[in-house]
């Protein structure tokens, strides 16, 4: 199956703003609001940061923020700091009761 | 906060079986959620592999249905991950999880990882 489309790497600047995009189809991204995201330090278990397209978990900073347009989902990171420096990916329920991860986005803070 | 606890041989041989099992503490394995795998090849990114729910139904990814089984062992308080006619493309960083929303839609908790290597 085809992973969901997402930027293979960005970057900022401390303080700064970015959005990683996540792109889908009908039958994933677009179809349904079941959209999360996951970052990744290296060597170390993913985290949840965003479900159902835009709904932090609890202790998930809110310079952490999720929207949805059509078949692509954003997830932006407002006040960039280093340590936001990670692996990013994000996630959908797909059409039949599948899961679907994207590719994944190297975020690097310069 | 549930915790997970992935287990079961580091190394495979080809055409052979995968076999890991999830320990899962803090909560029991018969609560509402979706019990699940995910794995990550050396370097690359994240798949699901697929889950199951606390009443016993399961959902497998399209691409590894046909070689994939998940149980639940209810008196153990665990749920195991069987994957069969494995090749080097299945060496990977297995995480057992716990899903939750829509079929699982997203992962709430992750265990560790085993490293599971197929070679001969």
């Known amino acids: 199956q085809s992973a969901l489309t997402q930027p293979a790497s960005v970057s900022g600047s401390p303080g700064q703003s970015i959005t990683i995009s996540c792109t889908g189809t009908?039958?994933?991204?677009?179809?349904?609001?079941?959209v999360s995201w996951y970052q990744q330090h290296p060597g170390k278990v993913p985290k949840l940061l965003i479900y159902?397209?835009?709904k932090r978990p609890s202790g998930v900073s809110n310079r952490f923020s999720g929207s949805k347009s059509d078949y692509t989902a954003s997830l932006t990171i407002s006040g960039l700091q280093a340590e936001d420096e990670a692996d990013y990916y994000c996630c959908s329920y797909a059409h039949n009761d599948n899961v679907k991860f994207g590719g994944g986005t190297k975020l690097t803070v310069l | 906060q549930v915790q997970l606890q992935g287990s079961g041989p580091g190394l495979v041989r080809p055409s052979g079986t995968l076999s890991l099992t999830c320990a899962v503490s803090g909560g029991s394995i018969n609560s509402v959620n979706w019990w699940t795998w995910v794995r990550q090849p050396p370097g690359k990114g994240l798949e699901w592999i697929g889950g199951i729910y606390h009443s016993g139904t399961s959902n497998y990814n399209p691409s590894l249905k046909r070689r994939v089984t998940i149980s639940v062992d209810k008196s153990k308080n665990q749920f195991s991950l069987n994957l069969n006619s494995v090749t080097a493309a299945d060496t990977a960083l297995y995480y057992c999880a716990r899903g939750g929303g829509y079929s699982g839609s997203y992962i709430e908790d992750w265990g560790q990882g085993t490293q599971v290597t197929v070679s001969s």
């Open positions: 009908n039958s994933d991204v677009g179809g349904y609001n079941l």
């Open positions: 159902e397209v835009s």
